[in-house]
């Protein structure tokens, strides 16, 4: 008779180990299918990471392209200004040059979207090539047409850089 209770005690245990081992197993499903979907999610962050990245690195492009483009701004100006002291000195002779000179081309109006510094541009290299002005007054002109160049060519620079900047931080 006791070995009947000890079979019948060892019987249970086994039945309550086998439930056991049955609600263990679906945690651990459960466990492992949490695992996957963390896993998921770890990879979209990872993704998510490396565009932030290059985006920081064009946005720091940018933004030493935008100092570059504040010294060229600077330096522009002085040249303005040296160039206002020159006309102011040597303006009349200048002018009077242009006025003598035949015009090659009619003046065209500015129009609504144009760029102002390019018509400016325009205008001080026809005042440089003017036929009647002297050799000297003619080389000053050079150092500014390079300037409002490199200044153009710097804001068409920065533009690429910020659309490019606007097509990554859009396209995430």
């Known amino acids: 008779m006791i070995g009947t209770v000890l079979d019948a005690i060892l019987m249970l245990l086994l039945v309550s180990a ?10 651990l499903k459960a466990v492992r299918e949490g695992q996957a979907a963390f896993a998921g999610a770890i990879a979209e962050l990872n993704s998510a990471a490396g565009r932030a990245e290059s985006a920081l690195k064009t946005l720091r492009e940018a933004g030493q392209e935008t100092d ?8 522009a100006r002085t040249l303005k200004q040296e160039l206002e002291g020159l006309l102011a000195r040597e303006g ?13 081309e009619p003046k ?12 400016l541009y325009g205008k001080l290299e026809s ?31 920065l533009n690429r850089a910020r659309r490019s900047l606007d097509e990554d931080l859009f396209a995430a």
């Not at 086998?18 to 945690?27: C, Q, T």
């Not at 005042?127 to 804001?155: C, S, T, W």
Request: hydrophobic share 50%.
């Open 68 to 75: 570059l483009l504040h010294d060229r701004i600077v330096k």
């Open 108 to 119: 065209r109006p500015v129009a609504p979207g144009a760029d102002p510094a390019s018509d």
């Open 92 to 104: 009349r002779e200048v002018r009077t040059a242009v006025a003598a000179a035949p015009v090659a």
């Open 127 to 157: 005042l440089a090539v003017a036929p009647d002005v002297p050799g000297e007054a003619a080389e000053r002109f050079a150092p500014v047409l390079q300037a409002l160049a490199a200044n153009h060519a710097a804001k068409q620079s």
């Open 18 to 27: 086998i439930a056991y081992g049955v609600r263990l197993d679906r945690r």
